[in-house]
């Protein structure tokens, strides 16, 4: 008997939902169709409360010629009719995320598996809480204070300022002493002191780009992926196959991620993404990890997605068992 999925996407990946094998998702669904799971997708403004219940307006997806599609009619179903729900909208996290996340405080997580728990996510900031981590991660503050902002880059030298809430490095910024322009960032950034940010100590290996270690469960992949900066920038900005190179995990670093994999999986985040330079943990991804899965297969001449369905169907037989007996093809 095929499982029920149900996967919340970004309204870009339901707008470009087809043929798209750069993002994440599309790998996932894709799997789990060829497996025989009931996969339905919807976006975070498709969750809702009625009567203190957690519904959804949800379609269902289906596979035909190796790619993906879904019907657009959508039907409403509660939350806690799936067994199993990926809540994989991307950044911003602002009010409308924070909202569908607290949708999921009205679901039984016992009889629905949550990847990522989204109670645990609103809690968790991807840059906020390397600090949960001091020990692996670069010199930070995180202030909205320009005075302290400007201390800590002379103190520094060099520095990145981060928002708290974006993705793909947007309004990241490359901050070095001197520099004219350091308070009109400063103010732009903190929105004239009303909004915090990170100040992270610049680590001089980042013109070598960022590993992105992944983890599922508590499970480190021994597969890596290292992201190159872009052309006349300082991140890693364009994703396309120039920009990404084969990386090998340290043994420090294969320990490192599994410590903090113990950790995050024992709060119901079981996809991460770690973005590290120079043994350092610059953000801890737990909202939508882009796990590379193209670029990974053209990398190690490997279908990553088997690799993948295994580790995430061993946490979904953990989770039901001994309640359930599910059948998993393997």
Known sequence: MAKNILFIIDETELKYFEFNDLV?????????LKRDYKVD??????????????????????????????????????????????????PPVDINYINACYVFDFVDKQKTLLFNNPSEIKNFNEKFHINYFPQYAPENLITNNSEL????????????????????????????????NLLTIINNMTEDGKT????????????????????????VMEECIQKLPGENNFKFSIHSDKYFENAKLSDYEKNMAQSIAKILSARGLYLVGLDVINEKVIETN??????FIREINQHYGIHFEDKI???????????FAPERSYAFNK
């Open 24 to 32: 994440t998702n599309f790998w996932f669904i894709k799997e789990f």
């Open 41 to 90: 997708i919807a976006v975070k403004g498709d969750l809702y409360i009625e009567k203190a219940q957690a519904f959804v307006l949800a379609r269902k997806s289906y596979i035909d010629k190796e790619n993906i599609f879904y019907a657009k009619e959508q039907n409403r179903y509660l939350v806690n009719d799936y067994d199993i729900v990926f809540f994989r909208p991307d």
């Open 149 to 180: 902002i400007l201390n800590f880059v002379n103190e520094k030298e060099e520095a990145i300022l981060k928002p708290l809430n974006r993705c793909f490095g947007s309004g990241v910024y490359y901050m070095k002493k001197g520099d004219k």
């Open 196 to 219: 915090s940010v990170m100040l992270q100590k610049y680590i001089p290996e980042a013109k070598f780009g960022d590993k992105r270690i992944l983890i599922i469960g508590e499970n």
């Open 286 to 291: 737990v909202t939508s990890p882009c796990y």
């Open 309 to 319: 369905m295994k580790n995430i169907e061993q946490i979904i037989d953990k989770h």
